[in-house]
């Protein structure tokens, strides 16, 4: 008497259910398929494939385990929220007065957030470093209980250690985000905080600009906040300048809006950033310059925008 835990079969059209404990052979033509199911094999599907070509599989039965759900905590949509852009466009102390083609980052950005819904969109033009940190502060104190995220786009000159205002004066980046952490800032506390610089972060260059963001003074760049929900875009990598077309408006803010308005509907934050990362990296100026965004990412959860389909 063949012993029920060892059996051959000849052919099946259906599941074969394989015990614990048990060996199956099962014969087709000329091919074979053997398994052996034991206890504590894990939960998953085991799938053994056939020893010839025709795709013969043998399988335990049963539904596997239904795939890990994200929750929805950790899927967070951004229906509204706060929008500040400084944009510093006049240095009157410059040889090259105007950061041409910074208006035009302006009316791209506040496009975009029209279209997000995203309001109030509130935009400062040509601020001092103490204007800046003042207008950072004021800001900081409102009640965001109403909003999903802030968001604070800057526009100006800078070098590895900070933003300039139109006083030539830098700013640290740690000062303008430490405004918004949990302790001044409670209620935007678990909430995204978004900075997208478009500055230069030092005065090294590949080849040759299209025209540049900045200023040659390479200093050590300083830590940022180490709060949950910060996310800080910068235009270039460390120590690199950042471009802008006079016409179209800087390789990053046009990258950045072109992506958002095409992928926002279906993707979260990072994945359309590392878009944006590719775009611009695949930019080249006349002279075969390059640039390379670069983000701090301290979120925690995937933040979606929720434009119109």
């Known amino acids: 008497m063949a012993s029920k835990f060892n059996i051959n079969i000849a052919s099946s059209t259906g599941a074969v259910v394989v015990g614990d404990g048990s060996s199956i052979t099962v014969h087709h033509g000329v091919s074979k398929v053997e398994t052996t199911s034991y206890r504590n094999q894990p939960e998953d599907r085991q799938e053994i494939q056939s020893q010839n070509t025709g795709g013969i599989h043998c399988q335990e039965t049963g539904e596997p385990p239904s795939s890990k759900r994200e929750t929805d905590e950790f899927h967070r949509k951004i229906k509204n929220g706060y929008v500040l852009i400084i944009n510093n466009q ?4 410059r040889s090259s007065v105007e950061r041409s083609g910074s208006a035009k980052d302006v009316e791209n950005l506040k496009n975009l957030f029209d279209e997000f819904g995203l309001h109030p969109v509130k935009v400062m033009e040509n601020l001092t470093s103490t204007q800046i940190l003042e207008l950072l502060v004021e800001t900081s104190e409102k009640d965001f209980s109403k909003f999903d995220c802030f968001i604070c786009v800057i526009l100006s000159h800078g070098s590895a250690d900070g933003i300039y205002g139109v006083d030539e004066q830098v700013i640290q980046v740690e000062a303008l985000t430490s405004k918004f952490r949990r302790s001044p800032c409670p209620s935007l506390e678990n909430k995204p905080k978004l900075f997208f610089i478009q500055a230069c972060r030092g005065s090294n260059k590949d080849i040759a600009p299209v025209e540049s963001d900045s200023e040659p003074v390479p200093m050590q760049c300083r830590g940022l906040p180490s709060d949950a929900d910060f996310l800080i875009c910068y235009a270039s990598s460390p120590g690199y300048e950042s471009y802008r077309n006079p016409e179209l408006g800087s390789w990053f803010i046009r990258s950045l809006v072109e992506v958002f308005k095409e992928y926002a509907p ?8 590392l878009r944006v990362n590719s775009r ?7 002279h075969g310059h390059k640039q ?9 959860k995937k933040f979606y925008f929720n434009p119109p389909r």
């Open 90 to 93: 006049t240095f009157p102390h």
């Open 266 to 273: 279906d993707e979260h934050l990072m994945d359309m950033m």
């Open 280 to 286: 611009v990296s695949s930019y080249f100026s006349n």
């Open 292 to 300: 390379m965004p670069s983000e701090i990412c301290m979120l925690t």
